[in-house]
Antibody, heavy 121, light 109 residues
Framework: EVQLLESGGGLVQPGGSLRLSCVVSEFTFSSHAMNWVRQAPGKGLEWVSTLSASGAGTYYADSVRGRFTISRDNSKNTLYLQMSSLTVEDTAVYYC??????????????WGQGTLVTVSS | QSALTQPRSVSGSPGQSVTISCTGTSRDVGGYIYVSWLQQHPGKAPKLLIYEVTRRPSGVPDRFSGSKSGNTASLTISGLQAEDEADYYCSSHAGTSMVFGGGTKLTVL
């Protein structure tokens, strides 16, 4: 069974940084693009970023470009999201989602349970 | 990266059918086959119901079906069951991004 497990969420002050991790299992990690999607409390889903299978292609939402960096370690089956210059608008549950595609954000088919990031002073 | 447009809420009685629409543009829904539908129960992670407009992952009942016409995609749920009460989101590939709909709350009366 495909599994994705996020970690690294928590409480951070505005302007601070945080790194999220997502460890996956039961699928060939290096053959799939991977996504980060967030959901603010009581709100809908918002795409954040996608990384191609090889790691060469990165894609970001306008709201996070220049502040967030997505990366992966295919040897550790792990996806990362480095977040900096955080604002209260970044408060959300952050989901890691496997994509059916190899390169671009297309179809998020398996999702982790999410990790909560709270930005507050 | 504008959100796709979905109705805020829909409702139906057990056994009935409901359809949820998802309207985008030619740069997302209308331009690609990579339109998906996800179901999310409260406090849970989203679950993929439909991908590539009409395809169902294994394990998803055939009560769930998808379609698309122009810039609007639709999810139809037939034979409504109590456990179908949830939030439903559409998503679409949009070139170098992905975009989601605002979500539709389905109430089973």
């Amino acid at each position: 069974e495909v599994q994705l497990l996020e970690s690294g969420g928590g409480l951070v002050q505005p302007g601070g940084s945080l790194r999220l991790s997502c460890v996956v299992s039961e699928f060939t990690f290096s053959s799939h693009a991977m996504n980060w999607v967030r959901q603010a409390p009581g709100k809908g889903l918002e795409w954040v970023s996608t990384l191609s299978a090889s790691g060469a292609g990165t894609y970001y939402a306008d709201s996070v470009r220049g502040r967030f960096t997505i990366s992966r370690d295919n040897s550790k089956n792990t996806l990362y999201l480095q977040m900096s210059s955080l604002t209260v608008e970044d408060t959300a549950v952050y989901y890691c989602a496997k994509d059916r595609a190899l390169v671009v954000p297309a179809t998020p088919d398996y999702w982790g349970q999410g990790t909560l990031v709270t930005v507050s002073s | 990266q504008s959100a796709l447009t979905q109705p805020r809420s829909v409702s139906g009685s057990p056994g009935q059918s409901v359809t949820i629409s998802c309207t985008g543009t030619s740069r997302d829904v209308g331009g690609y086959i990579y339109v998906s539908w996800l179901q999310q129960h409260p406090g849970k992670a989203p679950k993929l119901l439909i991908y590539e407009v009409t395809r169902r992952p294994s394990g998803v009942p055939d009560r769930f079906s998808g379609s698309k016409s122009g810039n609007t995609a639709s999810l139809t749920i037939s034979g409504l069951q109590a456990e179908d009460e949830a939030d439903y989101y559409c998503s679409s590939h949009a070139g170098t991004s992905m975009v989601f709909g605002g979500g539709t709350k389905l109430t089973v009366l």
